[in-house]
């Protein structure tokens, strides 16, 4: 699995990051799911090797503007681009009348529809795009939820040992059942069904799980999800100093807090992200390594705070590390 | 007067031109007036010398997404920061109930009072920020208007025949009067009233007016008022050849209809903005300087085309130039 980062601040953008908005995909592959979509997402996604031709669906974790603000303008251009497939939303059940008002008051026409699903109706999995899809409700302000995606491709690999028996050698037919194309064996016969290749292939490993939080202050609630998931994407808006200093109504979740969450349920790998603008790069003032140190205090997992236009990769293993996705 | 664009893009954004949006003010002011909100006004903002906190109205031409979407995003951050002042806002009718529905969806509560007038109610100038507003009529798919903006403050300059007649020599008397400020004469009289200061002033000249039109398909509605104008910025979305191959329903300007009327009306200086996304900055496919050469070969005055985060400045002679704003 592949994350790619479109926006890593909270509230406000920042000259170095946008709003939230998150695209998941298959390693490489074209189609790709957004997570929230705060304004100017579709600014980046220009800048990112992802096209709004090929997403697949849009998942919003909550109604405050800086996860959703950038959804009219993201639908209008994809139209404008030309757009036809239809396009899953899954969000708070206001979603859809504000979008349908916005649209209509600045008189857009999608070219394609649009298949909205409340996030509050979705009590088992759904399949979109490459993963099973399911929500955890989380705790801030107003109703939010976490997506957890699991992988519903997982590569596969030959059983050589069966091939070699029925009389098989390596060669074009290996890679053509590996790929998923018809196979023309040595005896005639011709494998272009999922059940026939199914007969000489192994399953690799057991499917990935990545959660993508949205704002939350009781990681707590992710507990039980939390512990079949290779990857956790959480907030992690404050230092435990400076939330303690904008009061417990915010209702965000500190470096601290989500580090001894993680700590303690042995998540492998964690993502932070929404820092508040507080947190700068550089210079004089708070900056992102403070919430970056006090993470790894409390935690000895794999930890990387979120940058814009960074992509995060889950390898085959369960290993994350991070490439530079600029496009 | 200064210009400052923050979105020279047509429909959608591009890596180099956001959605429209611009920025004016008097020369070196703080206070500033936007006109138009297209989606990532607020980033735009981030990189330019002007602050939410002192933006004193905005000024939207038509609600097409592209000029509006970036309005909720602009108001929660501006309140977000702080802001506690007014804000006036001069929009189609309808603007206001869609701004009060989305803040309302997000649970925005603004620190400051949305002052909202109607665009079509503008029968005569308001005074905003150091300029009287008013408004012309477009043709656009949508109802779509220009704002016309002429200065209320002029630079002033002393009389000096008067002062030296009543024995007041250069020297520091003569800039406290020039700013505004409390001077006392050798003759012991303290000169802290407009009026007082007023005998001791002449006017420098008459006040520049700038036309900022939004999306428009009739450069001759303008006729009127250009008379008057040291200045207009007007779209000219394609080249004629893509005007007549996207067709009339588009209710677009190309540069050659606008450059021919500006020519007409003997316009002293044009800005055009609002480029089709397709004409890139250069590289293969159109560019941007197909847009120039049709305006140069039409219109003899000094023309530009608008670059995001350029600065255009009218100074007192009512010349126009170019300066760079990136912040």
Same mark, same amino acid.
């Given at each position: 699995m592949?994350l790619l980062f479109?926006g890593? &601040?909270a509230?406000?953008p920042?000259k170095?990051?946008?709003?939230?908005?998150l695209?998941l995909?298959k390693?490489?592959a074209k189609?790709? @799911?957004?997570v =929230?979509c705060?304004e100017?997402?579709?600014?980046?996604?220009?800048?990112a090797? *992802?096209s709004?031709?090929r997403l697949q669906?849009?998942?919003i974790?909550h109604?405050? /503007?800086?996860?959703c603000?950038?959804l009219?303008?993201?639908?209008?251009s994809?139209s404008?681009?030309?757009?036809?497939?239809?396009?899953t @939303?899954?969000g708070?059940?206001?979603l859809p009348?504000w979008?349908?008002?916005?649209?209509?008051?600045?008189? %857009?026409?999608l070219?394609? $529809?649009l298949?909205?699903?409340?996030?509050?109706s979705l009590?088992?999995?759904?399949?979109? =795009?490459?993963?099973?899809?399911s929500t955890?409700?989380?705790?801030h302000r107003?109703?939010?939820f976490?997506y957890?995606f699991v992988?519903?491709?997982?590569l596969?690999?030959?059983?050589k040992?069966?091939?070699?028996?029925?009389g @098989?050698e390596?060669?074009? %037919?290996?890679g053509q059942?590996?790929?998923g $194309?018809?196979?023309?064996?040595p005896? /005639?016969?011709?494998?272009n069904?999922e &059940?026939?290749r199914?007969a000489?292939l192994?399953?690799?490993?057991?499917p990935?799980?990545?959660?993508?939080?949205?704002?939350?202050?009781?990681?707590?609630?992710l507990?039980? &999800?939390?512990?079949?998931a290779?990857?956790?994407v959480?907030?992690?808006?404050?230092?435990q100093?400076?939330?303690d200093?904008v009061?417990?109504?915010?209702?965000? &979740?500190?470096a601290?807090m989500?580090?001894e969450?993680a700590q303690? %349920?042995?998540l492998?790998n964690?993502?932070l992200?929404h820092?508040s603008?507080?947190?700068?790069n550089g210079?004089?003032?708070?900056?992102i390594?403070? *919430?970056?140190?006090?993470a790894?205090?409390?935690?000895?997992?794999?930890?990387?705070?979120?940058q814009d236009?960074?992509?995060?990769?889950?390898d085959?293993?369960g290993?994350?590390?991070?490439?530079?996705?600029?496009?």
């Amino acid at each position: 699995m592949e994350l790619l980062f479109l926006g890593t &601040s909270a509230g406000t953008p920042t000259k170095s990051r946008n709003v939230t908005g998150l695209a998941l995909r298959k390693v490489d592959a074209k189609p790709w @799911i957004l997570v =929230d979509c705060g304004e100017a997402t579709q600014h980046r996604i220009l800048r990112a090797p *992802i096209s709004l031709h090929r997403l697949q669906a849009i998942c919003i974790t909550h109604l405050h /503007g800086d996860h959703c603000y950038g959804l009219p303008g993201l639908l209008a251009s994809a139209s404008l681009m030309g757009r036809t497939a239809p396009l899953t @939303i899954i969000g708070p059940k206001e979603l859809p009348e504000w979008v349908r008002i916005t649209l209509q008051l600045t008189q %857009v026409t999608l070219g394609y $529809e649009l298949d909205f699903i409340d996030v509050a109706s979705l009590t088992a999995p759904v399949a979109l =795009d490459d993963f099973l899809v399911s929500t955890i409700p989380l705790s801030h302000r107003v109703a939010c939820f976490a997506y957890q995606f699991v992988e519903t491709y997982v590569l596969r690999k030959l059983d050589k040992a069966k091939l070699l028996a029925d009389g @098989i050698e390596s060669g074009e %037919v290996w890679g053509q059942l590996l790929r998923g $194309e018809t196979a023309t064996f040595p005896d /005639g016969r011709i494998i272009n069904s999922e &059940s026939s290749r199914e007969a000489y292939l192994l399953p690799t490993r057991p499917p990935h799980t990545v959660i993508i939080a949205g704002d939350n202050d009781n990681p707590a609630l992710l507990a039980h &999800s939390a512990q079949s998931a290779q990857l956790l994407v959480h907030e992690a808006t404050y230092t435990q100093d400076i939330a303690d200093k904008v009061g417990a109504e915010a209702q965000h &979740s500190s470096a601290k807090m989500i580090a001894e969450f993680a700590q303690a %349920v042995a998540l492998p790998n964690l993502i932070l992200t929404h820092f508040s603008p507080r947190y700068r790069n550089g210079g004089k003032g708070h900056t992102i390594h403070e *919430i970056e140190q006090e993470a790894r205090q409390h935690y000895g997992g794999t930890l990387f705070l979120a940058q814009d236009l960074a992509l995060y990769y889950l390898d085959n293993s369960g290993k994350l590390s991070k490439r530079d996705a600029r496009g």
